[in-house]
């Protein structure tokens, strides 16, 4: 029977007992007859003979019909002794009570919880009707796809698809038959389709990450079956396929994690709930202020993916990257935006409705974290999980003065900036004078970094300073304008007199330290600016120009917040202390 | 991998290799050299010799800095046709876009998903560190109970609270071991315990409906442990037990399965979370109208169970009958509120917060019913689900002149009313008109009913009429006041000239028609008005002694809403009227 759960009944189940079966006692207590009880008061009490001990839910004998609490019992010998008179029925638990014979316990179409089945175990029910699971056979199709546990041995990527298909096939009450991965063959992949779909009730056939693979999906189902959609208006999820092959459903799955998303929840969705003749499982929604606006194009629906959080009082969402081959932001999403297709534009600041990923008491304890890059945040990450698994820190990488903005603007708990002052040639102080004048803040004293040029290892193109940015046979690679590491470029080149003309690549843009970091490692340039700590994890060569300040940023609204607490407890943990440090490139610039 | 769903990171986890690994294209197209088509526009074609065809996630050599779309592609012999020049880097994904080597993936203590497994598969990791499952054994105890499946054969009850933890319990991330049911019997409860807190790092102990045995589960604790909390000021719930014994965690659970359920959510659930150093899952909360005042008792927490839908915009919470021995309300509820211990009234109409247990796309497609009980409301819910998945018919019996309040004050979508006026002689019409004056109300004919007297088999007591009630060895069941049937039976008593003080057992409400049936079936009393068909399930004789009208009543404004169009597709339907008539005592009224 606990087997049951998670399936959906097939048949309305009625009751087959009362419950309880016959009379019983309510509470522990006395069973006695109240008539024999008539005015019995504190001056005039009655005793009695004829009563007998019960305990809760047992049965209570015919001649009785009324339970006197053990709690109020007093006694004159062995006779019961009564201060009050007792009702009929007082602490008495009817049969029936709980339901009745020939009763709807559980309609049909119904799912089975950890509600239904206590009542119906608790109903003498041992067997109960459900809908058959459908089978859904994954077929993941791709030259460049190797199996997780394998080695890549030139394989281009991991076939991911299978694990998420799984864990979300199966909670909505599927049963998955993962395939073995197939070549970009047409006979292979006919052969598989057409043996898989007489032993199974939906198959899916998932494209590579490339849409040659989906022209080649389509052309498999048209050859033995029929086509009846071939992509859709929606991004990601664009080149979804559903056909029918021998009466039954086949999906031709676009191979991006994020686009796969999209087809399993729009529609494997439905078809299970179809098969289990319920409803589909729908994610919650929420409306929530949207801290960034979102341009979209006309004719298609888009699925942006959001972080969120509670600020101020006020559900803010911050929108993700949406290239659909971004394979990180699916795992990142707390939720979606669904932008419908006549809609181009949703300005910042507008209420939307969030389509939620996680449960809500998850998303309550998030720290909302918007500026500048730092590898500690990951850290910080890490450790709040850790210690206090109420909180989450999630953190939106705009540059320094995105983050000072984003303050402003109620749209995050907490920045981090490094933003060099020309003038003062100071760090920080005076763009918070600037940007949040009239705030209550709070600067939270963190590190000093070591900025300086990223190289391949060996420097083989014998970099030594800013002035080699000028040379033709170096290609560059830059941070995005705002940032604080660009800010001090900029700074610096001002100051040995070179000009952004001259550095080729210098608007090729990246947005953390490790995307710099990463390009020069794949050889796809030759230097960039960042801090010790990137070049360190790529195993990249480092030449140092300069030592910032990165310090954190917050309003003393946010101090008292439960999460706020629990950061700083971390911040001076001398465990984080030591666990930054070790990272290098980093000096400890809070007092702790 | 995939058996990591459900379970929660002891590590963070940070990727080990870049994604992508190189350089790859981000769409089906033609790789080339963008500074070869520097100066190209419609008028000025460039040709290029230099190109590749490259799909989406292939790499792109080292030579090429862009991809051209596709569909953008022209051709000019085999040269490739530029029309405008490319940008570099257009349509390029470069190494560590999706993640770079050394970037956190997965902070610890985070609860695996969907998102993550797929994730984690993407970044080629295969295994991960997780915690433990916690490993926690249930003891049921009582003599009271039988085992599903077997038959009662003398047993009170059947155990039921094992199905519910063990959903419970998993769902949480715990592992469930479930002992075989104990007799009430001191030693071999505790050598159970003892021989299972070697083995587990959890022992539940439940104890069976009664607080006899609640007290035995102490002694046995105190016996070789310490009890740590002995009952707690929360009701239902009351008797739960929390205790050690050898360094691990002892839980006395009660025995109704609602006091069980309270139990689980709030002490066992976080314990399991703080096996898993991640925080206990939490129950969504959203606020609502409350329908129908509180009183609740200072000093103590009172959780309520409510039934919820959303009428007229606005979600309204309908509370359930409180008795923690009702073991089928919890399967009823949709949520509920959680009164706090020094509150000790919440008025109708207050904003109330649901703790729910149902997801909320659920809950929307309700149709709420409040009004007088009638069997073929069974039969609606039924066949709402099974034909509409998407809505569900929720009823809560007030009876009818309570139904035509809760109409009135938007708390209620419909309501069934039976509802006889002495002045006219005629059904229902002019107590709508009195109660909704001014309403726009839409009433649907359903059907004639024939109400009478229900007795024991065979008739016993020779029951022929109502003057018999007066007989001094007849004990009557009647409804609850406001009732159409106690309407109607006050009605035919005043007509006949029987008083009320007349009748024993007169004061002695049931509020169903089954609850009376019941009544008389086990013993409990002789004779109770009520509907034929109730009779007939419980195998009851019955003596007819009028027919009324039972219509089902709305207002106009919902008639437009889906789930009202589904319902009317039911009332319509040829195979309802079948299933509905065959319960026998029903006559149509509906003109289809």
Chains 1, 2 share one sequence.
């Not at 001649?63 to 009050?84: P, T």
């Not at 979102?294 to 972080?307: A, C, D, P, T």
């Not at 534009?345 to 974290?369: A, C, D």
């Not at 940007?435 to 709070?442: A, M, Q, S």
């Amino acid at each position: 029977m606990i087997d049951a759960v998670g399936r959906v009944t097939s048949r309305p189940i009625f009751a087959t007992i009362s419950s309880p079966s016959v009379k019983v006692s309510g509470m522990d207590g006395f069973a006695l007859r109240s008539s024999q009880t008539n005015g019995a008061t504190e001056v005039n009490p009655i005793s009695l003979d004829d009563y007998m001990p019960v305990n809760t839910g047992f049965p209570v004998p015919d001649k009785y019909d009324a339970v006197l609490l053990k709690e109020e019992a007093l006694f004159d010998g062995n006779k019961l002794k009564l201060l009050r008179s007792i009702r009929a029925g007082e602490n008495i638990r009817f049969p029936g009570e709980n339901f009745s014979q020939g009763e709807l316990l559980l309609e049909s179409s119904r799912r089975i919880g950890f509600q239904e089945v206590q009542l119906l175990a608790a109903s003498g029910i041992s067997e109960v009707w459900v809908w058959k699971k459908p089978k859904i056979c994954f077929i993941p199709v791709g030259d460049e796809l190797a199996a997780l546990g394998e080695n890549l041995k030139g394989k281009l990527a991991y076939e991911s698809n299978s694990f998420m298909l799984k864990a979300l096939v199966e909670d909505w009450g599927g049963e998955v038959i993962i395939h073995k991965i197939l070549p970009d063959n047409f006979e292979i992949v006919l052969e598989a389709l057409l043996e898989e779909i007489e032993k199974n009730d939906l198959v899916i056939i998932g494209a590579g990450s490339s849409k040659g693979n989906r022209d080649f999906t389509a052309d498999v189902i048209s050859k033995v079956g029929k086509v009846i959609v071939d992509g859709i208006a929606c991004r990601p999820g664009k080149p979804l396929i559903l056909g029918k092959v021998k009466g039954k459903p086949v999906i031709g799955l676009p191979g991006y994690p994020v686009s796969a998303w999209v087809g399993l929840y729009f529609f494997v969705n439905p078809l299970i709930a179809a098969f289990l003749k319920t409803a589909p499982r729908e994610l919650d929604r929420m409306k929530m202020y949207l801290s960034k606006g979102i341009v979209s194009v006309q004719g298609i629906e888009e699925i942006i993916r959001v972080r969120v959080g509670k600020v101020s009082g006020r559900w803010v969402a911050v929108s993700l990257p949406r290239g659909a081959g971004n394979i990180s932001s699916l795992g990142k999403a707390d939720g979606f935006i669904l932008v419908p297709r006549e809609v181009i534009e949703i300005e910042r600041g507008s209420e939307v409705e969030v389509h939620l990923f996680r449960e809500k008491s998850e998303l309550e304890g998030t720290l909302l974290f918007i500026g500048s890059h730092d590898l500690l945040l990951d850290l910080i990450a890490d450790e709040i999980r850790k210690g206090f698994p109420r909180f989450r820190f999630v953190s939106a990488h705009v540059g320094s003065l995105g983050g000072l903005f984003a303050l402003k603007n109620r749209e995050a708990h907490l920045s981090g900036i490094h933003l060099f002052d020309e003038v003062t040639e100071s760090y920080n102080t005076p763009f918070i004078e600037k940007h949040l004048t009239g705030e209550n803040v709070e600067v939270l004293k963190f590190v000093y970094r070591e900025q300086g040029l990223m190289v391949r290892p060996g420097n083989p193109k014998k970099i030594r300073g800013l002035s080699d940015l000028r040379r033709e046979d170096i290609l560059f690679v830059n941070r995005q304008r705002g940032s604080g590491t660009r800010i001090l470029l900029d700074y610096l080149l001002r100051k040995e007199g070179i000009s952004p003309s001259e550095i080729r690549g210098y608007d090729d843009e990246e947005f953390t330290h490790l995307g710099v970091a990463m390009r020069i490692a794949s050889g796809n340039a030759d230097v960039g600016m960042g801090i010790y700590a990137a070049a360190k994890i790529m195993g990249l060569d480092f030449i140092p120009l300069f030592e910032e300040e990165y310090d954190l940023v917050t309003l003393k609204e946010y101090i008292d917040l439960p999460q706020f607490k629990a950061i700083c407890q971390i911040l001076d943990s001398p465990s984080f202390k030591e666990r930054a440090l070790s990272l290098g490139g980093y000096k400890w610039a809070r007092k702790s």
